[in-house]
C-alpha cells in the first residue's frame, strides 16, 4: 500500500481499533499498533489489538489508502521467543505492510522466515550511528530505521547522508528518558520494565491518595508525586517523578513536558526525513483525532513549501506544555 504522501509520511498512533478508525479519517499516513500481549512496549489493559481486530483494522486502513505498521518492539524472554515470533508470524499472514522490531535475534528470524515483510527497527534499539545503522540493514535487510530522541536536526541530516535507509522520527508526544530502549527504571519499583513486558509503570501498581489538601501518585507503594489542587496530576512515572533532594522538590530526572515539532517540519523534511510519528498509543481517539488532524495540515503545508498553519495543541500535551526537545537541544 502507498501512503497518502510522498515526502513526509506521518505516521500515527493506533492504540485501540477505535483510535485505528480515528488516526485514518484525520489523516494518517500510516498507523503503528500493537498486539495485546508481552510483544510490545504498550502492553496496558483496554489498549492493543487481537488477530481479529488487526485483520478488521487492516482492511479499514488498506480501504483508504493508509499502511499499518505492527510494533513486536519488546525483547523476547530468554528461552522463549515462542510469543515473539509468533507476532511476526501473524502480522505477515494478515499482511500488515511492516513490522517494527527491536530485537536482533527477532529481525533474523524474519528476515528468514517472511524475506517479503518489511521491517523497520524501533527506537527501542536506539541505532544512531551510520554504523549500528548500516549493520542493521546489511545484516537483517532493515528498511526504515526509526531514531531516539537524543539528536539535532543538523545530526539528522549528516546521519541521513551517511545511511542507506529511510529514518523516521518522533514529532509529537511524551519525551522519554535520552537513553532510548535503555530503561529499566520501572522495574525497581515494580519489577516490570518496557524492555521486556511492554509496560512502564503498570496500571496494577499505581494507586492515587487523596490527603484533602493534595493529591498523592504512588507507585508499588512509593510516592512519586504530589500535587496541589491547581495542578494537574501526571500519570506515575518514575522518571517523571518529583522528589525531595538537598531541602528542595524538583522533577530530579525529567519534567513531564512534550515534543511538539510542528514549527520545524520544513528542516525535518530537509533533513531528509521519511517519517514523522506521533506518540500515544495510551491516548484516546479524541487525541489522535485532533493530532493527527493538526498535522496533517502542517505536513501538507510543508510540501507546499507554506508555514504550517496556527494551531493550538497544549491541552493535548503532558504537563501542559511542548518543547522541540533534543531537535534544538536548548540546554547547551
Known amino acids: 500500500m502507498k501512503g497518502r504522501t510522498r515526502t513526509l509520511e506521518l505516521v500515527c498512533p493506533a492504540g485501540t481499533p477505535a ?7 484525520a489523516g494518517a499516513d500510516s498507523v503503528y499498533l500493537g498486539f495485546r500481549d508481552e510483544t510490545n512496549a504498550r502492553n496496558f489493559p483496554g489498549l492493543n489489538f487481537s488477530r481479529a481486530d488487526l485483520e478488521e483494522g487492516l482492511a479499514y486502513a488498506h480501504g483508504h489508502g493508509v499502511k499499518v505498521l505492527v510494533a513486536i518492539n519488546t525483547f523476547p524472554a530468554a528461552g522463549n521467543p515462542g510469543p515473539w515470533r509468533g507476532a511476526v508470524d501473524a502480522a505477515a499472514a494478515l499482511g500488515a505492510d511492516a513490522i517494527i522490531v527491536a530485537d536482533i535475534g527477532l529481525a533474523d528470524y524474519a528476515r ?63 519525551m522519554s528518558v535520552m537513553a532510548e530502549g535503555r530503561c529499566t527504571m520501572s522495574s525497581y519499583l515494580t519489577g516490570k520494565s518496557p524492555n521486556t513486558v511492554g509496560v512502564c509503570s503498570p496500571a496494577s501498581h499505581v494507586r492515587y491518595v487523596d490527603t484533602g489538601d493534595r493529591l498523592l501518585t504512588t507507585l508499588g507503594g512509593y510516592t512519586i508525586n504530589a500535587f496541589s489542587e491547581t495542578e494537574s496530576a501526571c500519570y506515575p512515572t518514575l522518571c517523571k517523578g518529583r522528589f525531595v533532594a538537598r531541602g528542595k522538590a524538583s522533577y530530579l530526572f525529567e519534567e513531564p513536558t512534550s515534543l511538539n515539532a510542528i514549527g520545524i517540519l520544513p528542516e525535518l523534511m530537509a533533513a ?4 514523522l510519528k506521533i506518540e500515544g498509543r495510551q491516548r484516546g481517539r479524541a487525541y489522535v483525532a485532533e493530532v493527527v488532524a493538526a498535522f496533517r495540515r502542517a505536513v501538507d503545508a510543508a510540501v507546499r513549501g507554506e508555514p504550517a498553519p496556527p494551531t493550538d495543541l497544549v491541552a493535548m500535551t503532558e504537563g501542559g506544555c511542548y518543547s522541540a526537545g533534543a531537535y534544538r537541544k536548548a540546554w547547551y
Open 112 to 174: 528468514r522466515t517472511h524475506p517479503g515483510l518489511r521491517r523497520h527497527l524501533s527506537v527501542q534499539a536506539a541505532a544512531s550511528s551510520p554504523e549500528a545503522i548500516g549493520f542493521y540493514h546489511r545484516e537483517l535487510g532493515i528498511k526504515r530505521v526509526v531514531l531516539p530522541r537524543v539528536l539535532t536536526i543538523e545530526e539528522i541530516a549528516a546521519l541521513n547522508k551517511a545511511v542507506p535507509v529511510e529514518t523516521e522520527v518522533f514529532v509529537f508526544g511524551a
Open 19 to 25: 483510535a485505528l478508525r480515528a488516526a485514518v479519517d
Open 272 to 275: 531528509g526525513v521519511t517519517g
